[in-house]
């Protein structure tokens, strides 16, 4: 049974850091490896928004409003994904959810359950 489990949120204040993990279980090293992972985040009240994603060659993208100042990133030996959040914007405060999917063209497969960021100005 494929996990996972986001961890590393938290209460920062604005102009700070974090970094997210997303530990994934039930997964082979290789598998992991084959998977496009993405991070989403949600407001109560608004949609789930993509804010980064990672592909199975390690090329990202990102939403236009955390560009330059979030990082994915992946450790398949360790098969977790990550996401680094600098300075930190009172609208950077959500939900934090990591997602991944083995087609790289379909929906998302599996989710975790969220970690919660929240950033005090």
């Known amino acids: 049974q494929v996990q996972l489990v986001e961890s590393g949120g938290g209460l920062v204040q604005a102009g700070g850091s974090l970094r997210l993990s997303c530990a994934t279980s039930?997964?082979?090293?290789?598998?992991?490896?084959?998977?496009?992972m993405a991070w989403f985040r949600q407001v109560p009240g608004k949609e789930r928004e993509l804010v980064a994603a990672i592909s199975r060659k390690d090329f990202s993208n990102y939403v236009d409003s955390v560009q330059d100042r979030f990082t994915i990133s992946r450790d398949n030996t360790k098969s977790t994904l990550y996401l680094r959040i600098n300075s930190l914007k009172p609208e950077d405060t959500a939900v934090y959810y990591c997602?991944?999917?083995?087609?790289?063209?379909?929906?998302?497969?599996?989710w975790g359950p969220g970690t919660q960021v929240t950033v005090s100005s």
């Open positions: 039930g997964l082979t090293f290789s598998s992991f490896a084959w998977y496009s």
């Open positions: 997602a991944i999917k083995n087609d790289p063209f379909g929906r998302y497969d599996y």
